[in-house]
Structure formats: C-alpha cells, structure tokens
C-alpha cells in the first residue's frame, strides 16, 4: 500500500520544479545516532527535512559512527550506504525512502515514440509493477515475496549473484541436494553438503521452486535489484515421499560432469529386504551397477573389476578398515547413525587418493538440535538404538548410536551338536557432537567402536575391532573462499584365540593404526568457475604379526613381527568450469609421495633367481624414523560433460592413482583376519588408470533415469601370491607375493523410476576383471604368464529393487540378483604318491561355480500418520532367499581314505524370514 502512495505522490509531481538534488544545505550537517530513526529524527531538528518512510523497514537498521556532511544528498548517501534503501527528494526538504528499488521522475528522451532510435541516457532497471486483475499475479500474492538488493543508477547488469544457505526448521540442520528451480524448468542451483548455494538470477522478479527429499516443497517470489545474500528455511515434510531406496537428486544424473557419485540415504533404503531385516546401506549399494562382491557371506567389495583392498573406506573423514560385522552379513555401522552414503566409481575427485577403484564416504546424521529425538529397532538377531539431543538448542547437538547382535541363542537352537558350543555377537556404538559455532564456524567430532567376537569350534574364537576418532572444522572466510580441516585417528586389529586346555595354547594377532590430517579449500571464483585444493597426509604403523601364549600353562614362545610405519603425502588442484551452458569440464592434478619409514631390516635378493630366504644377498638395518624409499607420483583427474539438451547428456571421464598400501589374503574373498601391508623396497606401489564414457539421459520430467556407461581399466604391481603361500607370521612375506598386471572392461546400464506407486531400479553390468602374472622364473609364473580371469570375474550381474505402495502405509518390496558363477581352480586328474592318491589341477581360475541368484522379498507396515502421537513405528515382515537357491559359495576339494572328494559350501541355502519392528520418537 505504501509503495502505490508512492508512485501516485511522485506521479502528481510531474511537471513541476525538482531542484533539491543539487540545492546544498548552508550548514555543516552533524548527526550521531544509534539508529536510522533517531538519525531521521535528528536532521528533522536541525535541518528542518521531511521524511517519509515504512516503519517496519528502519527496525533493524544501526548506525556505528558519526556522519558528518554540508549537503543531505552527501549524508544520506554515507548512511544508507550498507541498507536496501533509496531515497529521494522533493520540494526542497521533502524525502521519501523506500526499499531496494529507485523513485523516477523522467524518462529517457523519445521513450513513447516507437518508430525513432533514441540512445537511452541511463541504462537502468525497469520498475515492477502489479495488477491486482491479473489472475496470474492473484495466484502469486499467495507465494511469500522476497526483495533483495539496492537499486543502483547507472547500472547495466543482465544478471545479479544470489547466494546464500538453506537449512531446516525443525532441526537447524542444512539442507543438502535442494534443487531450486526456475518456472520454465531450469535449474538455478544445487546446495552443498552444508545447504550453501549460489545463482545468476535475472533483475526483477523471479519465481523459484525449492525442492529435496523430506522437506515440503516451496515456491517464493525473489524481486532482485542487485547482488545480495538469502537464507531460507524450511519445513520437513509430514507425509512419507514416494521416492525410495537409492533416489540421488533427479538432476544430477544429466547435468553433473563426470565424477558425481552415487548417493544412497538410509532412510530411502529401510524398504530394501535384506537378510534378517537389517537395514544396509552397504548392501544396497552392490545393488547398483558396477559394485558386487564375491559371494554371500564376504568381507570387502570389487568395484569395477578391482580388487577388494582398492577402495578408499571412509567415515567421518576417517579411513574404517572393515566396515562390516560377521564375515560381510552385517554392516559395522549403526544404519540409524548413517546421513548419507556416497560412493565414487568412475572419476574420482583430486580430493580423495591412495586407493585404485573406487571411494565410499559414509556420513553419520548431525543430532537435532531443538528437540530431543530417538529411533530403535528389534529383529531376530539385532537391535539398534539411536538417540539425539540439543546441547544448546539451534546451535549445538550430540548423536549416540547403539548396536549389539544377540544370535547365540540361534546356534544353540540348530540341531547339530558340533555348533552347540559355538557362539557369535558383536556390538558397536558411535557418538558424535555438532556446534554451529557462528555463521562462519562449524564444527563436528565423531568417535567410533566395534567389535566381533565369534567361535564355530570349541578350540578357537576370533575377535576383532575397529576404532577411530574424527575431528571436522568447516570454516567460511567469504561468500567465495571456504575451508575444510579434518583430522582423524583409526585403528583396526584382530586376535585369534585357540585354546584347548593343553600347552600349547597360543593367541595370534595383527593391528594398523592411520593418523590422518587433511586441509581442503574451495575457492568460487564465479557462478561458471570453481576451485578445488588442499593438501593430504596419512601416517601408518602397522604391526604385521604377533604370537603369545594364551596362559600360564602354555609353552608357545611370543614373537612379534618387527613394526612397519609409512608416510603418505598428497597436494591436490582441481578446477570446475563451465565453457558454456552446454559444456562443463572438471580438471584436477594431485601428486602423492611416500616414504617408508623405520625401524626396519630389508633385504635384497639376486635378481637372476625367484626370491627365497636362499636367494637373499644382503639385510639392510634403518634407524628410527630413517627413510626406507621415497618416492612420488603424479595423478591425474579429468572429466566432461555435454549436453546434448536439457534432459541428455554424455560423460567422459580418465583418471590414475597409486596405492600404497595393501592387503594380504591368499582366500578367494578378503576376511577379517587377512593382514595390511606397506610398500617397501621390495613390494611397489599399485598404479591403475582408467577410462569411462556415458550417456545419461532424464525422461518423462525426471520420472525415469536412464544411464549407460562403459569403462576401461588398467592396473600394475596388482598383489597376489604364489601357490599355497604362508602369510602369517612371515618374517619374509616378499618371498611369497607376486605382483603382476591386471585389466578390466565392461558396460552398465541403470534405469531408474523415482515416482510413483511402483518405484525402484533395474541395473545390469557386463563387465571382465583379468590378472597376469608373468616372470622369468617358472615358480613365478602363473597360467604360463598369460592373462587369467580374477577371483571375482562376473561376466554378468543383473540387479532389480523395486517397491509397490498400495497406499501410505503399505508397500511390497523385492530385490532380486543373479549373478555368473565366479571362477575357480579345479581338479583335472590325479596322481599317486606314498600309497596315497592326489589331485592335479587345472590352470588357475579356468573353470567356475555355478551361477548365482536369489529373490527376496518385504512387506513393509508405516504406523498411522497422525500429527499428535508418541512416535512414528513401522514394521518389516521379509524372507531372504525366498527361492530357497542352495547356491555355492565355494567348492574345495579333499582327499580322504586316497581318494579326492569335492564339497561345496553355502552361507543361506534356505528361505530366511524375520520380523523387524523400528520405531521413531
């Protein structure tokens, strides 16, 4: 209303003499005040002026220093010099301000006659103006109305820089991946990790749709005069979303250059049937295209044809050595803790290095910082526990997370006598605390245990632990310059119990420990150019080996294997930039060193014989902390993106890498108890490069997603070993590793539906993984040096989730996986030797297993969804292995009484069902 009073008070003016603009007052003008309305006051006394103004726009506004000016156009400038407000002048001491825009009382020269060119005097911004007969503009009035910016003159500008952060209402929190969308369907903007954003938007009005997962979609109006910061907040949203399982933001898929990650949040996986209804993310992720492992029941994943060891596992910033319970079944992480998971595959940013295949970057939920929150679980074998809670509230928060398994009582249940005495249990807990210090300043500190404790025989138990601590400083210099400070601490370890009451009674172990400082800036130049950098630095100590006697009675003779360290260290460049709207390209450099550290005995061998004790020339002795070898290598991060129009795109990705450490596992599939080992003078870094391209393409408004992608690979000093190799305990481990070359190949495509009563995915990899190991010396040599398929060479790899929501709060779940049986080395002939009759077998991995495939299947009860209740429950009745597929996770050969017997081996031959019963508060 004010605002029209205005217009028709300047209108009125027209035509008659304005002359105060350039009429100065014959005094010194002085004013010291607080505020802008005692300012107003005072220039009103001393200076006799008149000013008309809304109220409500002068509240907040302070004023820090003395002003001091002979003209009021001088003092008006200086004190409204850091507002949204304009003034203007009339009549000599009359003065209206208003907010953000310009009062006018000319136009250019011939601006009605349309047939003449008239140069225009001032290139300004038009005014808005709004009809109240406009239906368009009645719908509008109902959408909240933003203004931002202070009109200039003379001000030529096409567009205006807004930035700014979202977060939510209910809990603080910032919003990550809200999408905000222009009406015609161009997206302006995706937030970050940390709900900040930045956009180019038109001057004048602009209608914005504010989109994410879980929070009630928004649309506002932004009146923009010029350059300025927003923030917003939002509401969660009070009815379940139809989006489930793995739903990354919609436009991602199409418009990101190559390297985005896939992103998994637990909440969307909770639908997915898993063994004995407990929640994974983990799971889901070998779920999708590209990611597998090498059977039911195995620790580690291969990701592209790589090897288990070859992914970076972080959590919290901090690296976590086996992110899994019991043998891979279970996931080591409380899923209830877990925000996001998100996994790089293809090109991996400069940022992350010292692993070949892929990167999983697990982030644990920042508590609620305005109410006290809790959730918990109750399966057959599982129970969880996690509980939120204010510190000081919209500041600060703590997140506790409980788990422990309760499966001894399933053992003894089972009728087979040799599990009678067998027991099985872990347990782990994470605890975070997060402070929004200031606007500037964020700060989050995590700490983490788990341990396994399990025995299948009566003489032997098997322990082992993860640990680690994370500390996460976020810093904001500016609107453009941002920091990032993450220091952590990791330990893993295992022991080996055996103990069967006679003297001989041993305990057997192996630990590392990884101390992890990392510095990352981010520097936006533009809304078109972006900055990536910082520097890296892990230090290990690992202890390979040792053995003690279990008790007093016990006559085994300790021995610890002499301790290794290494420091890994890596300065890293990237830079985002958009050639044009079509064409954006991401480029990065990092050089990484190492240095193998002592305390240390090495040893040289004779270069014209295969490495054993008997070949060994000569032992080298370095002093504590003395340089082992040092050495560095670049790596290079390169990725593109075109698009073809707004809903297709093509993708190009190359990246290499170099891993420095590695572990050690003559299994089929990696297990807890396989040991880590350091690079040195006599076993050389992993180095890998690979290549991939894709089309990625958005149909029916981003209902579906299509995506297919084909990738390369190549791989030197890949680790494996020589026929029936000891590793443990070996005091001359290099004796026993081969290192050679490795390859991988394939295409995956993924089609993805993220709305509707039936949502889910469909992915498919055909992929080859190959190994050659090849030496001058025939102990050496495997399959004649020729090219052999990997442990976990899957030609084909079908995956399909997909969940049906007959109403809000019911919905049926199934997931469905078949797999090619994955390769082994089998028996071909026999021979006889002392009386005794003994397999000979084929070449290494010529044969395999039959195929893998397995149906589970969910159904899945939401409690009411009434606002005023306790708490939120919902139930999961599912069966794991529904087909009831004996299928074979590994089949080994015997000889008993002389004669060679095959066995096969399955972790579920049977259906599995469960009950889970989660609940919210």
Not at 223 to 228: A, H, R
Not at 358 to 379: C, R
């Amino acid at each position: 209303m004010l605002k029209k009073t205005i217009f028709l008070f300047v209108f009125c003016l027209i035509g008659f003499s304005i002359y105060a603009q350039d009429n100065p007052a014959k005094d010194t003008i002085k004013i010291n005040a607080q505020t802008l309305k005692e300012a107003l006051k005072q220039l009103n006394s001393i200076a006799d002026y008149s000013f008309y103004y809304d109220a409500n726009s002068l509240d907040s506004i302070r004023l820090t220093k003395t002003y001091t000016s002979t003209t009021i156009q001088e003092l008006l400038e200086a004190v409204l010099q850091n507002t949204n407000l304009n003034y203007y002048v009339f009549e000599g001491n009359k003065i209206i301000l208003t907010e953000n825009n310009i009062i006018y009382d000319k136009l250019p020269e011939g601006f009605f006659k349309k047939d003449s060119v008239v140069k225009p005097i001032e290139p300004v911004s038009r005014p808005i103006f709004y009809s109240r007969n406009n239906k368009q503009t009645r719908l509008r009035s109902r959408i909240e109305t933003v203004r931002l910016g202070k009109e200039q003159k003379n001000n030529s500008r096409t567009s205006f820089r807004v930035y700014g952060r979202v977060t939510n209402n209910n809990t603080g929190e910032p919003i990550p991946d809200m999408t905000i969308i222009a009406q015609n369907g161009t997206l302006k903007a995706l937030t970050s990790l940390d709900g900040n954003f930045e956009m180019e938007l038109n001057p004048g009005e602009n209608v914005l749709n504010f989109r994410a997962l879980g929070i009630k979609q928004a649309t506002k109006r932004l009146i923009i005069f010029n350059d300025g910061e927003l923030n917003f907040g939002f509401d969660e949203s009070l009815e379940q979303l139809d989006e489930v399982v793995v739903q990354g933001n919609i436009y991602r898929n199409v418009e990101e250059t190559a390297g985005a990650p896939e992103e998994i949040d637990s909440e969307e996986s909770k639908t997915v049937p898993l063994v004995l209804g407990e929640r994974d993310v983990l799971k889901v992720a070998t779920a999708l295209p590209g990611i597998s492992t090498a059977g039911e029941g195995s620790t580690g994943f291969n990701v592209r044809g790589g090897r288990a060891d070859q992914n970076l596992m972080l959590f919290d910033g901090a690296t976590i050595y086996n992110p899994q319970h019991f043998f891979g079944i279970f996931s080591a992480i409380n899923p209830f803790s877990i925000g996001k998971l998100s996994v790089y595959k293809g090109n991996i940013p400069a940022a992350y290095g010292g692993r070949l295949s892929s990167v999983f970057d697990i982030n644990t939920k920042i508590g609620d910082t305005t109410a006290f929150k809790g959730e918990a679980s109750l399966g057959p074998v599982t129970g969880n526990l996690v509980l939120q809670s204010p510190v000081k509230k919209g500041k600060s928060s703590i997140l506790f997370g409980a788990r422990g398994a309760y499966a001894n009582w399933i053992l003894r249940s089972l009728n087979e006598k040799s599990l009678n005495k067998s027991r099985a249990s872990f347990y782990d807990g994470v605890l975070n605390y997060n402070d929004r210090v200031n606007e500037n300043n964020t700060v989050k500190v995590t700490t983490y245990y788990s341990d396994d404790n399990f025995s299948i025989s009566s003489d032997s138990t098997y322990i082992y632990r993860n640990k680690l601590a994370s500390l996460q400083w976020q810093h904001k210099f500016n609107d453009k310059n941002l920091a990032n400070v993450q220091l952590s601490y990791t330990g893993y370890g295992f022991n080996i119990d055996y103990g069967r009451g006679s003297n001989d009674d041993f305990k057997l172990g192996f630990d590392i420990e990884e101390y992890r400082a990392k510095f990352d800036f981010n520097y936006l130049k533009s809304t078109k150019t972006s900055f990536n950098y910082g520097i890296e630095s892990r230090l290990y100590s690992v202890v390979p080996g040792y053995i003690e006697p279990l008790n007093n009675n016990s006559i085994v003779e300790s021995n610890e294997l002499e301790r290794e360290k290494g420091l890994e260290t890596a300065a890293y460049l990237s830079v985002e930039q958009d050639i044009s709207k079509a064409f954006s390209i991401n480029m990065g450099v990092r050089y990484s060193t190492y240095a193998g550290l002592g305390s240390s005995t090495q040893y040289t061998y004779d270069p014209n014989a295969p490495r054993s004790e008997s070949t060994r020339q000569d032992t080298i002795n370095y002093q504590n902390n003395e340089f082992i070898d040092f050495q560095g290598n670049p790596e290079f991060r390169i990725g593109a993106r075109y698009l073809l129009n707004p809903s297709l795109s093509i993708k190009a990705g190359f990246n290499t890498a170099t891993q420095y450490i590695h572990i050690l596992t003559n299994n089929t599939t990696i297990s807890p108890i396989d040991t880590w080992k350091l690079t040195d003078t006599n076993i050389k870094p992993q180095k890998g490069q690979q290549f991939s391209l894709g089309v990625f393409k958005n149909i029916e408004s981003n209902t579906y997603e299509v995506s297919l992608e084909g990738f390369y690979k190549t791989a030197r000093n890949v680790i494996d070993f020589k026929t029936g190799a000891q590793l443990l305990l070996n005091e001359n481990i290099e004796t026993e590793i081969l290192q050679g070359d490795g390859k991988s190949y394939g295409v995956e495509f993924l089609i993805r539906k993220n709305l509707g009563k039936l949502n889910g995915w469909l992915g498919y990899t055909y992929s080859r993984s190959f190994l050659k190991l090849d030496s001058e010396f025939e102990e050496e040599r495997v399959n004649n040096g020729e090219f052999f398929a990997s442990n976990f060479d899957k030609p084909h790899d079908v995956s399909l989730v997909a969940n049906y929501k007959f109403t809000k709060r019911y919905s049926l779940s199934a997931n469905f996986v078949y797999q090619t049986g994955r390769p082994v080395t089998v028996p071909v002939g026999n021979f006889n030797f002392n009386d005794a009759q003994y397999a000979a077998y084929s070449d290494r991995n010529s044969l395999r297993i039959p195929d893998f495939y397995r149906l589970d299947l969910g159904f899945n009860i939401e409690g009411n969804h009434k606002l005023n209740k306790v708490g939120h429950s919902f139930w999961t009745i599912s069966v794991y292995n529904a087909l009831g597929r004996n299928n074979p996770y590994s089949v080994f050969y015997v000889t008993e009484s002389g004669r060679i017997k095959a066995y096969k081996s399955s972790i579920f031959s049977i259906p599995v069902p469960s009950i889970t019963y989660n609940f919210k508060f």
